[in-house]
């Protein structure tokens, strides 16, 4: 199967800028995006198209906020959308399908930038997240794709040391991905490509990405029992229309 995951910071506007052409031709078997800004209830505008099958999760707690989709043509098994934890509803961040012979998550992390507060729901969803793939991995493996709002190591960013003290890179995001892998959680990216200079999120500012100043946020990582399947694993940075470029998994399913 070919997964992909991209931040697309908006699909009404993406749409504008050639998701449709990108959907067409990525081949892949199922899409996940995130930070749809879909309010609940136009869904349908974004409906099913020739080649995909459609599922959203929309934020209810604000219009025009969060929200993650996904398009698949692989029928899964079933479907569920957000945490169990009423506590983390509302903001439009997960959907769940279960295949044959995996557990797949579309995730749109918090952002810790926002104060104390938000910070401490980030680290707390986290930790909820981790929980839930940990009971349902007891019976099939994970993949998890998403914007994860954390670069994991220095090799993840451009400027480290600066963003020591920023979210997206404070020490205690960090050491929650540290845990995460320590779980055995497999970041697919670095089986293939372990130096820097690759990055998945520029800021619209300063012309970040015209000058590759860039943060590795956006992953697809799977339980160590399916390390041996994955063929290949890939980041679209010539892919434009958002801050966030595409991800992508090549995996044996079978």
């Known amino acids: 199967m070919i997964l992909m995951s991209w931040n697309v910071n908006g699909l009404r506007a993406v749409v504008q800028k050639g998701f449709w052409d990108w959907l067409g031709g990525c081949g892949a078997d199922v899409v996940g995006v995130q930070e749809s800004k879909i309010q609940t209830g136009h869904e349908a505008d974004f409906g099913h198209t020739e080649a995909y099958r459609t599922v959203w999760c929309s934020a209810t707690v604000k219009k025009g906020y969060s929200g993650v989709g996904c398009f698949y043509r ?50 707390a969803f986290y930790d909820a997240f981790l929980a839930r793939a940990e ?53 697919t990216f670095r089986m293939f490509t372990k130096e820097g200079g690759h990055y998945t999120w520029w800021d619209y500012r300063f012309k970040a990405r015209d000058r590759n100043v860039g943060w590795r946020i956006d992953y697809f990582f799977v339980s160590e029992e399916l390390r041996g399947q994955v063929r290949r694993a890939w980041i679209e940075d010539a892919v434009m229309g958002s801050d966030h470029c595409p991800v992508g998994l090549d995996l044996d399913a079978t």
């Not at 009423?86 to 952002?111: C, K, Q």
């Not at 190591?153 to 020490?171: H, V």
């Open 74 to 123: 692989v029928e899964p098994l079933a479907i569920s959308l957000e945490l169990p934890d009423p506590a983390f509803g509302g903001e439009g961040r997960l959907i769940h399908m279960e295949f044959d012979t995996f557990h797949f998550f579309n995730v749109y992390f918090p952002n810790g930038g926002r104060g104390p507060e938000r910070l401490a729901y980030k680290l």
């Open 135 to 187: 009971e349902l991995r007891q019976a099939k493996p994970i993949v998890a794709c998403g914007d994860f709002n954390t670069a994991h190591t220095a090799l993840d960013l451009k400027n480290a040391k600066a963003n020591e003290k920023t979210s997206g890179f404070l020490p205690e995001e960090r050491a929650w991905l540290d845990a995460f892998t320590a779980a055995g959680y497999v970041d």
